[in-house]
T-cell receptor, first 112, second 114 residues
Framework: GENVEQHPSTLSVQEGDSAVIKCTYS??????FPWYKQELGKRPQLIID?????GEKKDQRIAVTLNKTAKHFSLHITETQPEDSAVYFC???????????FGKGTHLIIQP | NAGVTQTPKFQVLKTGQSMTLQCAQD?????MYWYRQDPGMGLRLIYY???????DKGEVPNGYNVSRLNKREFSLRLESAAPSQTSVYFC?????????????FGPGTRLLVL
């Protein structure tokens, strides 16, 4: 089955700086790569996703890049703000109807 | 719309007891899922139902059973609870529309097995 590795497990950045979280996947058949944000005690919420026919996608301060050849994808957050502090999860799937395989999460800490 | 709802929010069981976690969605989604979340482990898929009338095992199905009661409801049953099943359980649902396949999560059920 699919295996998703996520790094780093904890990331601390100064407010206003950029943050990058990286994930690798093992199954070349995976074609859907969402990113979720989870605040303490809350449910995961989708923040951005990308399909394998697209190399990059941007939504305001958040962007995701995908390298299918190397089987890795990354989340980029620019101009970080205190409300960006949370745990971020990457995931991969061959199709959402089959369920998602998640990475173990990155705890992002924004230092004031 | 309430989205995805789960009951109960919190439950304490003794080893060997049984219980059913309930999940319902009012978004007319075809697919539904059960995940468990443990510290440092991310979310792991237990079972899923791609459409009404079908269910399939995910990554960690042992010790669980599911029922897709109708298009709205997908329940998860623990027949004989074990301490290793202490976790937060999330239900989710999704609908594919064009190139979008957003998976929406419920608020979770915190389960403690003593």
């Amino acid at each position: 089955g699919e295996n998703v590795e996520q790094h780093p497990s904890t990331l601390s950045v100064q407010e206003g700086d950029s943050a990058v979280i990286k994930c690798t996947y093992s199954d070349s058949a995976s074609n859907y790569f969402p990113w979720y944000k989870q605040e303490l005690g809350k449910r995961p919420q989708l923040i951005i996703d990308i399909r394998s026919n697209v190399g990059e996608k941007k939504d305001q301060r958040i962007a995701v890049t995908l390298n299918k050849t190397a089987k890795h994808f990354s989340l980029h957050i620019t101009e970080t703000q205190p409300e960006d502090s949370a745990v971020y999860f990457c995931a991969a799937s061959q199709g959402v109807a089959d369920g998602l395989t998640f990475g173990k999460g990155t705890h992002l800490i924004i230092q004031p | 719309n309430a989205g995805v709802t789960q009951t109960p929010k919190f439950q304490v069981l003794k080893t060997g007891q049984s219980m059913t976690l309930q999940c319902a969605q009012d978004m007319n989604h075809n697919s539904m899922y059960w995940y468990r979340q443990d510290p440092g482990m991310g979310l792991r898929l237990i079972y899923y139902s791609a459409s009404e009338g079908t269910t399939d095992k995910g990554e960690v199905p042992n010790g669980y059973n599911v029922s897709r009661l109708n298009k709205r409801e997908f329940s998860l049953r623990l027949e004989s609870a074990a301490p290793s099943q202490t976790s937060v359980y999330f239900c989710a649902s999704s609908l594919r529309t064009g190139s979008r396949e957003t998976q929406y999560f419920g608020p979770g059920t915190r389960l403690l097995v003593l």
